[in-house]
Nanobody, 125 residues
Framework: QLQLVESGGGLVQPGGSLRLSCAAS????????IGWFRQAPGKEREGVSF????????HYRDSVKGRFTISRDNAKNTVYLQMNSLKPEDTAVYYC??????????????????WGRGTQVTVSS
């Protein structure tokens, strides 16, 4: 069984924080780069953040820069997304995905072979 499982989502007020976790089972996560994606109702799924297999390269979409931080602990086979100063527009289902190839595009979904089922993040007062 090869899977990614997201956790840490929930309901928070604007300005609040959440830390999402992406835990891998059945494979070694240290061989894979990880992307966090999100999809809000009626919108296309979009890339949020990226981290390379060793953690030396990270990327964030402009709208989350300075608020979100991606990190990984390969010893725990887990990747994290710390989300601070959350806004209502951050409301979405958040997915993590793993890729072993790199095309030069951080969020090329076809290169992400393993996907989690998502965790709901709702930012509302």
């Amino acid at each position: 069984q090869l899977q990614l499982v997201e956790s840490g989502g929930g309901l928070v007020q604007p300005g609040g924080s959440l830390r999402l976790s992406c835990a891998a089972s059945g494979f070694r996560l240290d061989f894979y780069a990880i992307g966090w994606f999100r999809q809000a109702p009626g919108k296309e799924r979009e890339g949020v953040s990226f981290i390379s297999s060793r953690g030396e390269i990270t990327h964030y979409r402009d709208s989350v820069k300075g608020r979100f931080t991606i990190s990984r602990d390969n010893a725990k086979n887990t990747v994290y997304l710390q989300m601070n100063s959350l806004k209502p527009e951050d409301t979405a289902v958040y997915y993590c995905a793993a890729r072993s190839t790199y095309s030069g595009s951080y969020y090329s979904e076809y290169e992400y072979h393993f996907w989690g089922r998502g965790t709901q993040v709702t930012v509302s007062s």
